[in-house]
């Protein structure tokens, strides 16, 4: 599919030339038919023949399946959450934090990597240190001091401020070194370039398909690379079986069929190769 045959499959560009994808896309139609027709089967058909769980059992693991393939990873280190804030916010809350743990961020983060952090801070007595950057580039060095003694750092694959590519592996690589765990926020990565996981490294990667994949809102994305230890409780795979188990049952598995019903034809229109796993 080229992008001409692309546009012509989103309802909103016979309307208006449309600039703000960075916020939320606007949505294909088999996007709308993909998540239309999971609810209309979900709640007509289903509660007669296979049933309403079995179905929507059946609807999570194959949008795990293809999202999986396009980002680089295995499908049991995907869970499927509400947005990119909810991935986030639910690994923060796994963690056993300690009064003096430390935290670092960039000063260029979305609320989503800045809200969960003053909470650890405010309710365990963890410490936030706040990375200053140059119109978002970061000085590896001053990452590198900063990383030292931190329990936690989080960052953005691309600054949503500045529109900066931030080097991920590189400063993966750092942090890992001085056994920090990393959380990357990659909302403003996927569909915009091609995004392998498995290169990456990062602990955890939080995204969501509602900006540049051009999914529906709610379909938002946990991703999980490393098998690294978090803290006595929780390792890398508990955190992510446990966004797993409780959004198993309760998430919009309608909106990550939207999703996976566009992710094919996005890569190939912008003529990426599927990442392998």
Known sequence: MNPLDL??????????????TGASGPSPTPVLDAATGFITHHKTIA?????????????????????????????????LTESTTDSIGMVAGAIDWQPGDVIVRTDTEHPAGVLPWERAA????????????????????????????????????????????VPVRELVEIAH??????????????GQMA??????????????????????WGSGI????????INS???????????????QHTNSNRMHCGLSAQLPHRHHTLGWQQASS
């Not at 995004?195 to 529906?216: F, I, M, T």
């Not at 946990?222 to 230890?229: E, G, H």
Request: with cysteine.
């Open 7 to 20: 546009r012509t499959q989103i309802p909103i560009t016979s309307e208006c030339a449309f600039f703000n």
């Open 47 to 79: 509660p007669y023949t296979n049933g309403m769980y079995p179905h929507a059992d059946s609807a999570y693991e194959s949008s795990r399946e293809t999202i999986a393939t396009h980002l680089g990873t295995a499908p049991e280190n995907i869970a």
């Open 122 to 165: 405010r309710v365990h007595g963890a410490t936030v240190e706040v990375l200053e950057t140059d119109a978002g580039v970061i000085d590896r060095e001053q990452f590198t001091d900063a990383v030292a003694d931190a329990r936690v750092v989080c960052f953005s694959s691309l600054v949503w401020s500045y529109g900066n590519r």
């Open 177 to 190: 070194d001085h056994d920090t765990f990393v959380i990357v926020d990659a909302v403003q990565s996927a």
């Open 195 to 216: 995004v392998d996981l498995s290169e990456w490294g990062a602990d955890v990667v939080a995204g969501s398909g509602h900006k540049w994949l051009l999914g529906p």
């Open 222 to 229: 946990s991703m999980s690379t490393r098998i690294r230890s």
């Open 233 to 247: 409780t929780h390792n890398r795979s508990a955190i992510v079986a446990l966004l797993i188990r409780i959004h």
